[in-house]
């Protein structure tokens, strides 16, 4: 990171804070058309907008390509051990709750390795920004299949093809209960940068999915779904509130058929009063999560928020806890407590 990084803002005010702010001096080493450099323009796009000094943004990663990220970011930041990040960054909440802290990892890093780790801080519910790059396959180490590589995915690990059954990211964080949980495309950059600036307004766990291309290892992975040309008759935006609506021509749209979701034709047979209503902030993740698992060529596939709630946060809880305890025993005394005796004796 820069040395320039504590003068951020010195006598001008956070206002004045722009993109260029967050752009650090280190050369970027991703594949040239590689989807992280999306990521990161639009992650350095959105920082200044949040009203927070650039000293309080902490970036912690664990490994992969997009564990780089700390070192482009002109904040403070960890490159630290593989699926770890999660590890860090609860230290790192707990001790310095003022902190905007920021976890960028990969379906590897997060999912395979890191999944304990993972899952535990989504649970707890800590303040802190997730943001997984997902391109279906290990990029770093030369493209051996990852946990959300398609079923049959042909590899350098996998040569006659992968026997494993993919995780579905987005249903992982549901069912630990993130309170915010939602999907972006690397290449729709306006709906990502919007999706990043959502997730960091949230209070509480956010967690973001965003299908990267590797362009070197897995190319084209969600071009069946996500190019330009296609995307509004292959994808459907979540927006909060109104009818579940999709197509070139907004011509189609989600029903419940029963507990079962259905594509449908809105005309003569239905209408937009048919269509199940999106709704982010429902207690109960169950829409979220059937959302979740719709998948194309059956269902286009849902972008955007899933899920946004409110409820305590592991860094308030643990400081109340913290406080509590001083007003009923007093600050405490390192000194003494090292110095009082054995704890226990064993006979």
């Keep these: 990171m820069s040395k320039e990084l504590n003068k951020t803002s010195e006598g001008s005010g956070l206002t004045q804070l722009r993109r260029q702010d967050f752009v650090s001096d280190q050369e970027i080493r991703w594949c040239p ?3 992280d450099y999306s990521i990161l323009a639009q992650t350095q796009k959105i920082l200044p907008t949040l009203n927070t000094p650039r000293e309080n943004f902490v970036f912690v990663s664990g490994i992969g390509c997009s564990s780089r990220f700390p070192y482009y970011v002109n904040t403070y930041g960890f490159h630290s051990i593989h699926g770890r990040a999660p590890t860090l960054a609860t230290g790192i909440k707990a001790s310095r709750p003022e902190l905007s802290v920021w976890i960028i990892t990969g379906d590897g890093d997060a999912l ?24 279906r396959i290990y990029g770093l180490t030369k493209g051996q299949y ?15 093809g992968s026997i494993d059954y993919p995780i579905n990211p987005l249903c992982i964080a549901i069912s630990n209960e993130a309170t915010f949980v939602a999907r972006a495309i690397d290449i729709d950059v306006k709906h990502l940068s919007w999706v990043l600036t959502k997730a960091a307004q949230h209070k509480g766990v956010s967690f973001v999915e ?4 590797c362009n070197i290892f897995n190319d084209g992975a969600f071009s069946h779904f996500a190019e330009r040309s296609i995307r509004d008759d292959s994808t459907i935006r979540l927006e909060d509130g109104k009818p579940l609506i999709f ?56 972008i955007g928020i899933f899920r946004s709630v ?23 005394n390192l000194e003494k407590l090292l110095n009082s005796g054995d704890a226990w004796v064993v006979d």
């Excluded at 395979?112 to 391109?135: A, E, P, T, Y």
């Excluded at 590589?149 to 040569?159: A, D, L, N, Q, R």
């Excluded at 965003?210 to 291309?213: A, D, S, T």
Aim: net charge negative; aromatic share 6%; charged share 25%.
């Design 146 to 160: 990852s946990p959300t590589s398609e079923f049959g995915k042909k590899t350098k690990s996998t040569p006659v």
């Design 33 to 35: 058309g590689c989807g």
């Design 112 to 135: 395979s390795i890191g999944g304990n780790h993972f899952m535990h801080i989504v649970r707890r519910n800590l303040d802190v920004n997730i943001i997984l790059f997902n391109n």
């Design 247 to 302: 197509g070139k021509d907004r011509n189609k749209g989600i029903r419940l058929n029963g507990l079962q979701p259905e594509v449908v034709e809105i005309g003569t047979e239905f209408s937009e009063n048919d269509l199940l209503k999106h709704d982010i902030h429902s207690p109960e993740p169950h829409l979220a999560n059937m959302l979740a698992r719709m998948d194309y060529p059956d269902f286009p596939v849902p």
């Design 210 to 213: 965003v299908f990267q291309n």
């Design 310 to 332: 409110a409820k305590p946060t592991y860094d308030e809880l643990l400081e109340a806890q913290v406080e509590d305890s001083i007003s009923r025993s007093g600050q405490g």
